[in-house]
């Protein structure tokens, strides 16, 4: 493959990451780690060690377009964020000591779907009235301590598959947390920005992080995740519920269409 032609697949790559990420504050793994092992070759541990670092600053642009919106608040994902980052250094660790490629594809392909099928069942639930949507959990010791033990959990998860972590992060902050989804995105973002970073040392420990592709990848990334996040942002809550369901459909066959496992 030519110079040129792995330059413009690794920007395409990048479109169609930030585009998931924009719409659904979803790791970008999901996308770039099928794309860049089939189309590239990577090694899928090189694979999810790059789309980590993609993740850290794709997820950080996107959280600011957020936040801009007023949808992003890490008062109460702090403590999320927290449990995530020591979760994510453990789940590198298990995965680049214990787990091979094939193992890490199978979590890929079942996370992508059942967070498919939890987005959709709660898109066809009744809305709510919007003081109810926005009455986010309070913080108290329970919820502190609920919340950093989930965040290990879905950590652990993020530095093992990559993929299962910002996903879980959504739901989490969707039903756990109480968050509406348009600032549950914006939060998930930012949550998964700081995990990302953290996974990225882990697989950059053991020489699994390509920074130079990363680079490249992210700058097709951050253009198209700053404008499907702005799109996302003015969408309502039920369409937006639908559109993530649909990309997390669609992530999934081609994880099963693209996939040695």
Known sequence: MSLIIHLISLIGIGLLTGSVVGLTGASGVVVVVPLLSVLLGFSMHSAIGTSLFVDVITSLFVAWSYYKNGNVNIKSGLWLALG????????????????????????????????????????????????????????????????IGIGLLLGGMSGMVGAGGGMAFLLVLILVLKYPIHKAIGTSSLIMALT????????????????????VV?????????????????????TLEKLVSGVFV???????FTSNY
């Open 196 to 215: 990302a970073a953290s996974g990225t040392i882990g697989y950059g420990l053991h020489g699994n992080v390509n920074f130079l592709s990363g680079l």
């Open 84 to 147: 995530a980052i020591v979760g994510a250094q453990v789940g590198s660790l298990f995965a680049n000591r214990t787990l091979t490629g094939g193992q890490m594809g199978v979590g890929f392909i079942v996370m992508i779907f059942i967070m498919a099928i939890a987005m959709w069942r709660k898109s066809m639930l009744p809305s709510k009235p919007r003081v109810e949507v926005e009455n986010i959990q309070p913080l108290n010791p329970k919820t502190i301590l609920a919340s």
């Open 218 to 238: 992210a700058v097709g990334s951050i253009m198209s995740g700053l404008l499907t996040s702005k799109l996302a942002n003015r969408v309502s809550e039920k």
């Open 250 to 256: 669609c992530l999934g066959v081609l994880m099963i």
